[in-house]
């Protein structure tokens, strides 16, 4: 089962038989208004549906009545409208005028046709809670071409319930991306529960996890829930999941096979319906070699990869985080912030190991020492301020001015070309050169449109991260 609803209004009880069946086989759970729901029925809340099924409704009866409350107060709800007779009654076409978003499909209904249009229906309501709130917390920032490919992962993998493992060096921004898949998804009104497993003391990890009961150790002096139960209908972020013991990695793989688990000191089991998103700085694979991690939880786990990249591979991204950083900044202290170009363009030229974590704390720290001029690279703290920054000599401008976007990148466009006539075309080779992500390099070969025969070089077609 996907975990998500879809509610069938027809009229015909072998229509609905039908459809209930067809339904269940697709992973759903329908649910059907009762033909005598009248004026006194209340719609659903929006949370865990994903589309209204609509057939035949006759004008006037029980159903009509329901299915005008259903416009009124499920907007945002898409509806799958079936054509059964070539003419919609007058209670659907009423809806359809009314601007309700909809998909039609002709009857008896086709498994693959209904698939693709309720997948469409949960993509649409992702795109909508986007639109919606363009100020999600936990988005990633930035619009290089990496992490615009993260943010697509994102918004693909959210409406459903599948397991996600986020991979990124540390500071990346691993638990602003799970959040994010959070929040986009189905289960966005239920909780989020992070836990870095890194954090928590070995012996401690399973009670902090399932719980334990009265007296089932020393010190348990009262009954404890534990975090899947805390996460209950929404999501449990296992962070630096690559920290966990091997002990602790049989019990959780047991509760990912089998959705159940017992508290500490009881032997009752207890149903968990939580989604899991994993996330570590460390190679698991190469973990899995020196046996420190089970193959079998890895594939648990490794269902949708998203890598997050490091900062120094978008460099692009650094002068927007330095403005949404210093925003974030204002809003919990109430201090301004503000750096000069120069600085901005000294800091997007190193190679900041920490990632945006370490830029965040540079800004805030900022925030403090220069709170009422521009910040300027003097001002910088001497591990930032003493690396040199390319292209620093005087420039001469043309008497009409100087595009820096484009003179930036025609910069970039024969740094790429060197390296690739270099590594004599091959792609890896020039991405190791550059110190990117083979994919990265690709996305900025098509950018550019820089003439090199991809499908003849080491690129295959898109892998699961590349999409």
Known sequence: MTGLKVLIVEGDAERVRHWHA????????????????????????????????VGQ??????????????????????WVIVDISGCLS????????????????????????????LRRAQLHLTQSRIALSPTLAYGPGGRSPAIARVRRMIERVAPFDSTV??????????????????????????????????AIPVDLLESELFGHEKGAFTGAVTARIGRFEHA??????????????????????????????????????????????????????????????????????NVFPIEVPPLRERAEDIPELIDALAIDVERA??????????????????????????????????????????????????????????????????????????????????????????ANGTIAKAARLLRLQRTTLVEKLRKYQIATDLASCDVVGPTVSEI
């Open 22 to 53: 067809v339904l269940e086989f697709l992973g759903y759970e329908p649910v059907v208004l009762p033909p005598d729901a009248g004026v006194g029925w209340t719609p659903p809340p929006q949370h865990g549906w994903v589309a209204v099924l």
């Open 57 to 78: 409704v006759s004008a006037g009866d029980l159903l009509a009545a329901s299915l005008l409350k259903l416009r009124q107060q499920c907007g945002d709800l898409p």
């Open 90 to 117: 007058p209670p659907v076409a009423a809806a359809v005028q009314a601007g309700h978003t909809h998909w039609q499909i002709d009857f008896p209904l086709g498994y693959k046709r209904l698939a693709d249009v």
């Open 165 to 198: 493992l986020v991979l990124g060096e540390s500071g990346t921004g691993k638990e602003r991306v799970a959040r994010h898949v959070h929040e986009l998804s189905t289960r966005m009104r239920k909780p989020f529960v992070p836990v870095n497993c890194g």
């Open 232 to 301: 209950e209908g929404g999501t449990l972020f296992l962070d630096e999941i690559g920290d966990m013991s091997l002990p602790m990695q049989v019990k959780l793989l047991r509760v990912l096979q089998e959705r159940t688990y017992e508290r500490v000191g009881s032997n009752a089991p207890r149903e968990c319906n939580v989604r899991i998103v994993a996330a570590t700085h460390r190679n698991l694979e190469q973990m899995i070699e020196q046996g420190r991690f089970r193959e079998d939880l890895y594939y648990r786990l």
């Open 333 to 422: 202290r109430g201090t301004q912030v503000t750096l000069s170009p120069a600085t901005v363009q000294a800091l997007a030229a190193l190679p900041w190991p920490g990632n945006v974590r370490e830029l965040a704390n540079l800004i805030e720290r900022l925030a403090i020492l220069v709170p009422d001029r521009p910040v300027e690279r003097s001002d910088l703290p001497a591990r930032y301020s003493s690396v040199p920054v390319t292209g620093h000599a005087r420039v001469e401008f043309p008497s009409e001015g100087l595009d820096l976007k484009d003179h930036l990148a025609g910069i970039e466009v024969r740094i790429i070309r060197s390296a690739m006539d270099e």
